[in-house]
């Protein structure tokens, strides 16, 4: 006999180390919530707009909704939710989505929840937006 257990959702993203390598900027006084995940987006320029899309994978026996909430916005609007709500079915994935919009060079943040109502999970994500020119 055995037991095991699987989460009840999984993101297919690199998650940023904008917080832990202490790269976030001294302007930012806030107090993120704890264990709060960072994924970042980036614009060659200006008035470039970038979108990052992920996955985000169901790997349950049961659909259910999903919601992201903007808790916080220090990004003057220039980070904005693709997709605000779904439903994802069992075993299936959904892409996720945010776009990047800059109006300055500054690097700016947004903090949203991740929900899972039904399973009453809920995970602060903070959205960084960043000029990086190409080189």
């Known amino acids: ?73 220090d990004s003057n609007g220039s980070i904005f939710c693709d997709s605000s709500n779904s439903i994802v079915s069992s075993g299936k994935r959904h892409t996720a989505s945010f776009t990047y919009l800059p109006n300055s060079v500054k690097t700016v943040e947004s903090l949203y929840e991740f929900q899972i109502p039904e399973h009453n999970i809920r995970i602060p994500v903070l959205i960084v937006g960043r000029i990086m020119p190409k080189s």
């Open 1 to 73: 006999t055995g037991f095991s257990r699987r989460p009840l959702c999984h993101f297919n993203v690199e998650m940023s180390d904008y917080l832990s390598a202490g790269r976030r900027h001294p302007d930012y006084v806030e107090e993120l919530p704890p264990d709060t995940k960072v994924i970042e987006l980036f614009s060659p320029a200006i008035g470039t707009r970038s979108t990052k899309k992920f996955e985000i994978i169901n790997p349950t026996a049961s659909p259910y909704e999903i919601a992201w909430s903007l808790e916080h916005d």
